[in-house]
């Protein structure tokens, strides 16, 4: 028996199928089938004709997936080891030599592949020509329009699930990622600025603008964390070689040092200057560094947090 490749997410996937037409579309068949019946003479029933002429599309559909799982060689991605070189399951990300442009594909079986999800087959001109290569190779693959030349920039083996097969872990992660994000560029760029342009106590706009910044510390730890333990869930070790990895561990640790290194400094420094303003104190100038260290910090973490949405979005 000839084996067909397939990745993990395309076996999932066809399972769902062949779950649904044995479990809702058959028992629908059926049902109408029968209730085409009951109508009488059969010979110029549309409805009858309708109803077995779906039967016979279910049925084949169902024989055609039981014959491909059962020689389906399942693969799984995350546990590849192919020394960085392009193979079954790899994802791969190419730059076009000509336009410059970034793509991210992976290789997959026949029945999974689809351009709109950056899945292409391992029978492709593309993914023939991929084969084998690794990061910092250029490959040629005849298009349509002629000869295209792509540098291969990375190759990883990660998991991607099939858009079908999206679960509430997924979907969890996206509301994590975006309240994470959306949060920073919402509360240091929006609602700071507004507290202390409208608020004529500037030391009340200070107190209620560190507390924000706490709040959205905490709200990054706990998605970011969220986010990691999916990764390596997902990946496993292969995690540690992806970009997503390093841009979250990097916003992590900034996160870490302004929650429990850079504000309870610049907390005590205002606590110190008491009954007087910080900035109308002696403590003015240590103050003022801090706050400026803090501020870059906090740039470098919302700039992180849109490489991160991009990253997650182009798994």
């Known amino acids: 028996m000839i084996r067909v490749p397939l990745t993990v997410a395309g076996a999932e996937a066809l399972r769902a199928e062949l779950h649904r037409l ?6 629908s068949v059926i049902a109408a089938i029968a209730e085409a019946r009951s109508h009488g003479d059969l010979s110029e029933n549309a409805e009858y004709d309708a109803a077995k002429e779906r039967q016979s ?10 014959g491909k ?15 960085g070189r392009c193979v079954f399951g790899a994802t791969v990300e190419l730059e076009d030599q000509n336009s410059g442009e970034i793509f991210t594909y992976q290789i997959v079986g026949d029945d999974e592949a689809d351009l709109k999800l950056s899945k292409i087959s ?14 910092g190779d250029v490959v040629e693959v005849q298009a349509p329009g002629g000869i295209r030349e792509y540098e291969v920039l990375d190759v990883k083996y990660i998991c991607v699930p099939h858009a079908a097969m999206r679960t509430f872990a997924d979907y969890l992660a996206l509301i994590a990622a975006t309240l994470w994000v959306g949060g920073l560029w919402a509360i240091g ?22 507390r924000l910044f706490s709040a959205m510390a905490y709200v990054g730890l706990i998605s970011g964390t969220y986010l990691l333990l999916l990764r390596f869930a997902r990946c496993g070790g ?23 290194g850079i ?9 110190q200057a008491l009954p007087l303003d910080v900035m109308h ?7 003022a560094a801090w706050h400026g260290i803090s501020s870059i910090a906090y740039l470098l973490q919302s700039l992180l947090g849109l490489a991160l949405l991009r990253l997650a979005n182009s798994r």
Do not use: C
């Not at 799982?69 to 020394?83: C, G, R, V």
């Not at 001109?125 to 084969?131: E, G, H, K, N």
């Not at 929006?190 to 706009?205: E, I, M, R, T």
């Open 281 to 287: 104190s002696v403590f003015r100038d240590r103050f």
């Open 238 to 260: 292969s995690a540690v070689k992806q970009a997503f990895f390093w841009v979250l561990v990097s916003m992590l640790a900034l996160t870490l040092a302004q929650l429990f």
């Open 122 to 135: 391992i029978s492709s001109p593309i993914a023939r020509a991929l084969i084998g290569k690794e990061a």
């Open 57 to 66: 599309f279910v049925e084949g559909r169902i024989i055609e997936l039981e």
């Open 69 to 83: 799982l059962s020689s389906a060689q399942i693969i799984d991605p995350k546990t590849l080891d192919a020394e």
């Open 22 to 27: 044995k479990t809702v579309d058959r028992p």
């Open 263 to 271: 504000q309870p400094l610049m907390n005590a420094l205002k606590a």
């Open 189 to 210: 760029y929006l609602a700071v600025p507004l507290l202390f342009s409208h608020l004529g106590d500037k030391q009340l706009a200070g107190m209620m603008a560190g």
